[in-house]
């Protein structure tokens, strides 16, 4: 379980500070993004990125170097305008306000979610998601 705490504390890190800025339910909504089976989970989210042509950008999140910066408007892109209007909709905030959080986060979460580049499978990443999710609240 060492490393699954690191990697809580980790996520936990990057998001305080200037999270006060942000809105309630974000960390849900990212986590419910990772873990959705109807999308195909965090794999899915990583090929909806690539079949944008963001796989560059996707994979230096997988990868074990510096994260490339994501826009929101290729976050708007890769996950489409229904979805970023739903999770606006549930944050209270514009779908430009959610795509410039998504942006912020999402490369932060899938890094820490891929240790030493590599996605998880199934049963590993439900327990690292439950246990950030209530590490988050």
């Known amino acids: 379980m060492g490393l699954l705490d690191t990697l809580t504390g980790q996520v936990l890190g990057s ?15 990212i986590l419910a993004l990772v873990n959705d089976p ?6 899915g989210l990583i090929g ?11 994979s230096s999140w997988i990868g074990t170097g510096q994260n490339q910066p994501v826009s929101a408007e290729q ?11 739903a999770i606006a ?10 795509s410039g959080h998504l942006a912020e986060l999402l490369p932060q979460i ?23 999710k209530d590490l988050l609240r």
């Open 110 to 132: 899938v890094d820490k979610l891929t240790p030493n580049g590599t996605v998880p499978e199934g049963g590993d990443l439900a327990g690292m998601l439950g246990s950030l």
């Open 15 to 29: 998001l305080s500070g200037e999270g006060a800025q942000r809105p309630a339910g974000l960390a849900d909504a």
């Open 89 to 98: 909709q549930k944050l209270g905030v514009t779908s430009q306000e959610a």
């Open 48 to 58: 909806a990125f690539e079949q944008q042509g963001l796989g560059d950008i996707v």
């Open 75 to 85: 976050v708007q892109s890769a996950l489409g305008s229904e979805q970023v209007d």
């Open 38 to 43: 109807q999308s195909g989970g965090l794999r």
